[in-house]
């Protein structure tokens, strides 16, 4: 019997979405020395690397509180990463980039608070 049922040619999967962030973000007008925020699973730096930028890893608690925003600002923050996949809610800032796996907001712009978000 053949063992073409065991075999798994890692060369015909697909690239992973996370290769076109550097050039996702660099349309958008990101600079390569601005900060970003991304939800790419807890503490996986995965999604950062391909970036090409340096940041902070967000989950889907800390994207829900808006008033943490001028904070990460402060930080040097400009652009909030969402990957669909993981966070199915939409942000209230400026989408600059939406496709079927990744959100770009600009984080430049103050939001109303919610009730519930003090």
Excluded: C, Q
Aim: charged share 30%.
């Amino acid at each position: 019997m053949p063992l073409w049922y065991a075999y798994d040619d890692v060369y015909l999967k697909k690239d992973p979405p996370e290769l076109r962030l550097e050039n996702l973000l660099d349309r958008t007008g990101s600079d390569p020395n601005d900060k970003i925020m991304i939800n790419s699973g807890w503490m996986n730096p995965e999604a950062m690397f391909y970036a090409r930028r340096r940041g902070f890893f967000a989950d889907s608690s800390t994207l829900d509180h808006y008033n943490w925003m001028p904070d990460y600002r402060d930080m040097g923050v400009r652009r909030v990463v969402v990957d669909k996949r993981i966070y199915k809610k939409r942000l209230p800032y400026k989408l600059l980039y939406e496709d079927n796996v990744y959100l770009i907001y600009d984080n430049m712009i103050d939001v109303p608070l919610r009730d519930g978000n003090k």
